[in-house]
């Protein structure tokens, strides 16, 4: 059986990168679930202190523990970096071993978003559940598990669930670990490192795959021995330096009346917070932006190999090291535009940054030069790096602080799920009309994100 078409596709972290006020919120709710357990429990509460606004907890001090701590969340972006960054190299490898065409990619990309999306709806309740330590735990087992069951080639339809695996591990560690970085002091520094490792596992990831599949013949999935090994030391890692923070499920007690009115206050109290949040213009505003931006993100990185090959007749084995350019650029663009992009003011500079790979996407289509290609690519992705930090912290600045935790996790459902659709959609469209339809896809979807941004309020204009 041959086939005519092929495609290559990427899964990108989500990279919900909660803020200092976020954690607050968390702190909170975390408070409030220990007193409600104690009081289950017959045990007698102490007087309540006064409400503590979000602003007024305070940062907690970088200590060894914490450091440790830090350095296990730092890994669990780079554990999910290498996974994703991987993909697009591996794909037209993937395609040709199961003989589909770019269409079927579509299936993964679909079992992915549901991953998020189950995470979303469950991950506040395995929290209280497990804790920090216990939620960190299951996502890093579930990602060592997906990786298990990889690297042997299973069939396509197995191989597809492995990315539901994924994305419930990397969607319960994404969540936790920005909480903790969120409530260290001088947060901002250490949630641009921890999302700084993701991008450079982005980078790795690419170059080992396409060096593994390019020099084993026929033995792409050898590669996965990589990511097994990595997911290994992040099970490890999460194990030891959250082993504090692991919490074992209470035994309810059948009939207890206080059980069912805990439930049924929690309930009540995410029903009416859901309600608040579905009211707020700027999460629907911020959501279409990263909706755009995510499915513009993941198509490029995803694509761009495939395009190279069969467009611009480029060698598999050499072009497959060009799916890190963009990566690099995204991990350069993280550590380096951060601090010059709040100076210069966030709103402004950060659609100028979209305006320009804009501009640069078009010289990337209208150029049929493969070393042009690539580095137009690395400039995108350097560019479209600060996007996460920088849509957050904007959110955070026209977001009441009390939802800010219910309208980031709406907004990053919503990224996700244009994560899912675009990259295949292209697949799809791709199969009938040929990968060159992914140039004309990609400068619709970034000139849709200067828009989108565009219509997101200024904070600096609305507080003057």
Known sequence: MSRTTRGSSIELHWPSQLTCYTECIEMELEAVERNNQRNEAGYETPPAPAAATATSLPQAELTRARMFKLSSAAFCF????VNDGALGALIPYILDEYLISTAWMAIPYGVGFVGWLAIAVFGGYIRMKTGTGGVLLIGAFLQFAAQ???????PFGLFS??????????????SQANTFVAGLKNAHRYLGLIHGCYAIGGLVGPLMAAAIASNLDGQWAA????PLGIGAVNLALCLYAFRDEVRMPPRLVAGSEGQQAGEQRHSTTALVELRATLKLRPVWLLSVFFFLYLGAAITIGGWVVEFLVEVRDGNLSNIAYIASAFYGGLAAGRFLLAEPTFRLGEW????AYVLVALALEIVFWQVANVAVDAVMVSFIGFLLGPAFATGVSVGSQLIPSELQASGLAMIFVVAQAGGAIFPAITG???SRAGVGTLQPIVVGLLAATVVSWALVPNPRRKIA
């Open 148 to 154: 298990l069951l990889r690297f042997w080639v299973p």
């Open 223 to 226: 590669f996965y021995f990589v």
């Open 78 to 81: 780079f554990n999910a970096g």
């Open 161 to 174: 669930v492995t990315f539901f695996l994924v994305a419930l591990g990397q969607a319960l560690q994404d």
């Open 348 to 351: 402004r500079t950060f659609l």
């Open 428 to 430: 799809v469209i791709a």
